[in-house]
T-cell receptor
């Protein structure tokens, strides 16, 4: 199983739609979770952290299911400007003192919102 | 405050030449990362610096790649004898600690002709 897995998409949705992405991770010791957004030909930028109880930021809702080791991102009322690639990011666990820093980036899910 | 900066933003070079890419992390960030991203692909980890510890070089694709971080701040990534397959966007990120959010620079787009 890959450390972080995401459906690459693309997800093509009309404006105003609700869309959800899932991400699974393999390390049960992981404790920090994030969603990043990457626009075409731009650098990744933090969208939101994911907390154990779930959290919401405007139209965006993030959920964490530790038992099943997956994270989700829900986008309501999609806008054209939401078109981007969404990266799931997981840390390796606080006791991990080894390589590759401590964050693992998924390959991303591409979202395209159409008028 | 100032974010992560990288220079140059674009670099076109001929096969076989050496190139040097620069990254200025956010002030005070002890962790610095280099990644590579080819068109339409995910992030490929290259190297990681944490404070004064020895860097983790496990992601460097060949011995033509090297990086250093001077004074715990600015980092340079050097690619010797560039090949066409080295063409990609090279991204630098920094964070206040290894478990925290990483903030990315705008990247250097390298094209090897």
């Amino acid at each position: 199983r890959k450390e972080v897995e995401q459906d690459p998409g693309p997800f093509n949705v009309p404006e105003g739609a609700t869309v959800a992405f899932n991400c699974t991770y393999s390390n049960s010791a992981s404790q920090s979770f994030f969603w990043y957004r990457q626009d075409c030909r731009k650098e990744p930028k933090l969208l939101m952290s994911v907390y154990s109880s779930g959290n919401e930021d405007g139209r965006f809702t993030a959920q964490l299911n530790r038992a099943s080791q997956y994270i989700s991102l829900l986008i309501r009322d999609s806008k054209l400007s939401d078109s981007a690639t969404y990266l799931c990011v997981v840390n390796r666990g606080l006791n991990y003192g080894g390589s590759q820093g401590n964050l693992i980036f998924g390959k991303g899910t591409k979202l395209s919102v159409k008028p | 405050g100032a974010g992560v900066s990288q220079s140059p933003s674009n670099k076109v070079t001929e096969k076989g030449k050496d190139v040097e890419l620069r990254c200025d992390p956010i002030s005070g960030h002890t962790a610095l990362y280099w990644y590579r991203q080819s068109l339409g692909q995910g992030l490929e980890f290259l190297i990681y610096f944490q404070g004064n510890s020895a860097p983790d070089k496990s992601g460097l694709p060949s011995d033509r790649f090297s990086a250093e971080r001077t004074g715990g701040s600015v980092s340079t990534l050097t690619i010797q004898r560039t090949q066409q397959e080295d063409s990609a966007v090279y991204l630098c990120a920094s964070s206040s600690n290894p478990t925290d959010t990483q903030y990315f620079g705008p990247g250097t787009r390298l094209t090897v002709l």
